[in-house]
């Protein structure tokens, strides 16, 4: 028998919800295994929404997929199947669209070593085409706000992994993005500076931009995240409010989650 009500739906189906911020339906991005080796399958038939001005977290151990997913969503890598939409424009035949409103924190910082932490912002700003006063209001404000305006004027080349995290992080939000990448945008910062950049982003979420972000640091998850989906293998293996996944497991914390339904710990090779 033929199944008329299924029939209706999918005549009548919208490819995609355009209040949503991201949306991922059965993502999957397989790299291709070298000499005879098996496909890494990086990220495995993943789905899920993000709706506008949450902050979302991507976690999970090492090769999980974060990055991957990141990379999909931001123009980097094409998938190997499934879709994915950024406000509602498809990744694949909309990026210029999608790049108009999204900002990224890469994980490798990428900064010119010769300018210097204000130059790298500079040249950015410029490169989206903002007003050169605009820039530097801008700037030397989220240099204050992070920690890093005393440092302004030297050359990247002579900044600490942290410093360079930091001004990455800045160069992020220099444009005022409605939907924001971090990937690992506080690793190798000492608790004060991670405390300023919790606080930041805290503030950011009162004015509704949505935020997605990947991070090892469960309380940094715990504290900033609306929702959390946790990968493993490239799959995702629980996905909601920290909270209601912690009650949910009857553990204290998201590690206890993870550790909960795999057996193993979060934190491991890392
Ligand atoms: N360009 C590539 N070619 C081949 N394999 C890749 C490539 N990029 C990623 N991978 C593999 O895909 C898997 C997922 O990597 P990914 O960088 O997305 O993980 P991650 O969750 O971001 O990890 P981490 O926490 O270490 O940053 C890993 O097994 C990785 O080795
Ligand atoms: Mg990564």
Redesign the pocket.
Known sequence: MIDTEENEDSSNERINDLSYSIEIKNLKKY?KGKRGMED?K??DGISFHVEKGEVFGLL??????????I?ILTGILLPTEGTAFVDGYNVESEMKKVKEMISVCP?EPALYKFLSGLGNIKFFGNMYLMPKEKIIERGEELLKLLGLYDARNRLTRGYSGGMKRQLSLIISLINEPDILFL??PTVGLDPRNRRKVWDFLKSQKDQKNTIIL?T?YIEEAEALCDRVAI?DY?QIIAMGPPKELINEHQVKNLEEVFMKITGRSILEGI
């Open positions: 790299f890494v990086a990220v999970g151990t090492n090769g999980a997929g974060k990055t991957t997913t990379n994980q990937d690992e990947t090892h990968m490239g």
